[in-house]
């Protein structure tokens, strides 16, 4: 059974710093492209970064280009997202997904909460 | 950026009707598009992917059309277990947009 579980959400302060870490299992790791996406309370789904199956393409949104960055170890079978500069609206909760057919996301974490507040 | 506009953004129905949910992007993606199900507290669910194709696992009573700019999202008989939010995905360019997400509601 494929499972992906996140952690490391909690409570940043303005400007601080974040690690959120997702542990895969039941699945290749390795083989597949690796996304993150989250969700501000009460409003829709926001992509936030993607990463290649061996971490040589990266892309961000633009909303955390600059102060997120996205990595992952195969031998670990897991993935990271490390977030600077926090701010506010960065509030939201935070899934890990994993590309399937077609680069759907077909499994998702249960997702971690971040709260940015003072 | 491509936009994705759902429609509508709320529906009530009741157990048993047909509800079609619509997904319009502002250019053409061909049929880069994905369904999502999400209920309140959980993890969305992937329902429908490559515009048309049903995930494995999911009902048959869902189904996916459209290619280009507009797409559709229809469940044929809508049980209990259907009212949720859905939102569609494009998955043709980066930044992988979503739509705002359409309600489905008890009547």
């Known amino acids: 059974e494929v499972q992906l579980v996140e952690s490391g959400g909690g409570l940043g302060q303005p400007g601080g710093s974040l690690r959120l870490s997702c542990a895969a299992s039941?699945?290749?790791?390795?083989?597949?492209?690796m996304n993150w996406v989250r969700q501000a309370p009460g409003k829709g789904l926001e992509w936030v970064s993607y990463?290649?199956?061996?971490?040589?393409?990266?892309y961000y949104a633009d909303s955390v280009k600059g102060r997120f960055t996205i990595s992952r170890d195969n031998a670990k079978k897991s993935l990271f997202l490390q977030m600077n500069s926090l701010r506010a609206e960065d509030t939201a909760v935070y899934y890990c997904?994993?590309?399937?057919?077609?680069?759907?996301?077909?499994?998702w974490g249960q997702g971690t909460l971040v709260t940015v507040s003072s | 950026d491509i936009q994705l506009t759902q429609s509508p953004s709320s529906v009530s129905a009741s157990v048993g009707d047909r509800v079609t949910i619509t997904c319009r992007a502002s250019?053409?993606?061909?049929?880069?598009l994905a369904w999502y199900q999400q209920k309140p507290g959980k993890a969305p669910k992937l329902l429908i992917y490559?515009?048309?194709s049903l995930q494995s696992g999911v009902p048959s009573r869902f189904s996916g059309s459209g290619s280009g700019t507009d797409f559709t999202l229809t469940i044929s008989s809508l049980q209990s277990e259907d009212f949720a939010t859905y939102s569609c995905?494009?998955?043709?360019?980066?930044?992988?947009?979503f739509g705002g997400g359409t309600k489905v509601e008890i009547k």
């Open positions: 997904t994993r590309e399937g057919f077609s680069s759907s996301f077909d499994s």
């Open positions: 039941g699945f290749t790791f390795s083989s597949y492209e």
């Open positions: 990463i290649s199956s061996i971490g040589t393409t990266i």
């Open positions: 250019q053409g993606i061909g049929s880069r």
């Open positions: 490559a515009a048309s």
């Open positions: 995905q494009q998955v043709n360019s980066i930044p992988f947009t």
